[in-house]
C-alpha cells in the first residue's frame, strides 16, 4: 500500500515538467509555483514597440506574409485578428508571441493604434500569459490537435473564459476554439437588417444588444462586468476598424471577408490595412445605441443587477485600478522573486498603455515599488 502514497506526488511532477513555457501561471497555488518556475526559462520582456513611422494604407496580404494552413500543434484562439496574424505570419504561426511580437504586429498589419496596442496586449498577459518566459497563447495553452499535455484548469491563454472570450461574446462566433456556423449566420441577419447586407456600427450596436439580452434571459451565471465588459464592446467595432479594406471609407465590412477572417484566419486577397491608426473608434456608437450598465445574473436567468464597483465607458481610470488591484492581485496575491518582479515590470507596461490612450490615471502599485 505504501507504492500508492506516491502516486499524487508522481502525477503533480509529470505535470510539472510538462508545463509549457506559454502556459499562464495566474492562480497557481503557491506550491506548484515553487514547483513550476524553476523549471522555466526566464526572459526579460522586450522594451515597449514604439508608434509606426508609417501609417498610411498599405498592402499588407503580400508575399512576405502569405496566409497558410494550421499545422498540428498550432493554437488558435478567440481573437480573429490574432489568429489572422498568426496565419499569415505577421506573428509566429504556432500561435505563442511576445507581448512585443504582438503590439508590432497589430501595427503592422492592421494599423493599430500604439496606445491601444500596448493596453489591450499587456491586459491580456497579464491576466493569462506566462510573465516569467515572456510568452503568450493566442487561444488555449495547448494546441488544436496533437498530444495535450496535463495542466492546471487555470493555465488557459485568450481562449480562458469569462476574461476576452465570455458571456455575450460573438467575435469568435462559437466556444473559445470553433467557428460556430449558427452565430455566425446571427452575424449575416443583423448586418443585412440593419446594415444593408454589411456589418457596420449600426448592425453591431444591435448585434452586441442581441446577445447581451440572449444572456440575460438564458444564462443564469450570465457576467458582465469589467474587464469583459470593455472586451465585449470593443471586439463589437474591431472588424469594422481593422477588417475593412483600408482603401474603402464607409466603415462596412462585406460578409464574405468577414467570414474569411472568422472562419479561416485569412485576409482577402489584396487586402490594405486602414488608412490611420486605429483603436476602439466607433464604441461610443455602440455602447449609446442600447446603454446597458455593467453587472451580472445572480443565480437564475432575468435576474440581471447593476454592479456599481465594475469600471464602465465614463471610468476609465477606474478599468485600470479594477484589473490591477482586483483581477490581477486576485490571480497573484503573493507573489515572490522572479514572478513579483515580472508582474511588476509587466504592471509598468500596462499603466503606461492606458496612459497612451486615456491618460490622467494615478499609478497603482499591488506589489511595491521595487
Known amino acids: 500500500m505504501k507504492y500508492f502514497s506516491l502516486l499524487p506526488a508522481l502525477v503533480f511532477a509529470a505535470r510539472v515538467f510538462a508545463f509549457p513555457s506559454h502556459a499562464s501561471l495566474a492562480g497557481l497555488s503557491e506550491h506548484e509555483l515553487d514547483e513550476i518556475i524553476p523549471t522555466l526559462e526566464v526572459r526579460e520582456p522586450a522594451p515597449l514597440p514604439g508608434p509606426l513611422e508609417d501609417t498610411s494604407a498599405k498592402l499588407v496580404n503580400d508575399d512576405a506574409h502569405p496566409w497558410q494552413p494550421l499545422r498540428p500543434g498550432d493554437i488558435r484562439g478567440p481573437c480573429p485578428g490574432l489568429n489572422t496574424l498568426a496565419s499569415h505570419g505577421y506573428l509566429p504561426r504556432n500561435g505563442i508571441a511576445t507581448p512585443a511580437q504582438i503590439i508590432n504586429a497589430a501595427q503592422e498589419a492592421f494599423n493599430m ?39 492546471p484548469a ?21 466556444s473559445n476554439d470553433a467557428f460556430n456556423e449558427t452565430l455566425f449566420q446571427q452575424f449575416i441577419e443583423y448586418s443585412n437588417r440593419f446594415g444593408g447586407g454589411k456589418y457596420n456600427l449600426t448592425a453591431a450596436a444591435e448585434l452586441r444588444f442581441k446577445r447581451i439580452q440572449d444572456g440575460i434571459t438564458t444564462n443564469p451565471e450570465f457576467n458582465f462586468v469589467s474587464p469583459r465588459f470593455f472586451a465585449a464592446y470593443g471586439e463589437s467595432v474591431a472588424p469594422i476598424n481593422f477588417f475593412v479594406d483600408g482603401r474603402r471609407d464607409d466603415g462596412a465590412l ?33 455602447v449609446g445605441a442600447h446603454f446597458v450598465q455593467p453587472g451580472r445574473n445572480t443565480g437564475q436567468a432575468n435576474s440581471y443587477t447593476v454592479d456599481p464597483t465594475s469600471a464602465d465607458f465614463s471610468t476609465p481610470c477606474l478599468l485600470y485600478e479594477n484589473l490591477v488591484l482586483k483581477t490581477v492581485k486576485e490571480l497573484y496575491p503573493n507573489p515572490k522573486g522572479i514572478l513579483r518582479r515580472a508582474l511588476n515590470q509587466n504592471l509598468d507596461f500596462f499603466f503606461q498603455g492606458i496612459n497612451l490612450t486615456v491618460g490622467g490615471c494615478p499609478q497603482v502599485f499591488p506589489y511595491g515599488q521595487d
Open 254 to 286: 462585406d460578409m464574405d471577408d468577414a467570414r474569411g477572417f472568422f472562419q479561416f484566419s485569412r485576409m482577402p486577397d489584396g487586402f490594405f490595412r486602414a488608412p490611420e491608426p486605429r483603436g476602439s473608434q466607433g464604441v461610443d456608437v455602440v
Open 154 to 174: 487555470t493555465a488557459g491563454g485568450l481562449s480562458e473564459h469569462g476574461l476576452f472570450e465570455g458571456d455575450a461574446s460573438d467575435a469568435f462566433f462559437g
Open 113 to 151: 493604434d500604439n496606445g491601444a496596442a500596448i493596453f489591450a496586449t499587456f491586459e491580456a498577459h497579464l491576466m493569462v500569459g506566462n510573465l516569467v518566459t515572456d510568452l503568450l497563447s493566442i487561444g488555449r495553452s495547448t494546441p488544436l490537435t496533437g498530444p495535450k499535455p496535463p495542466l
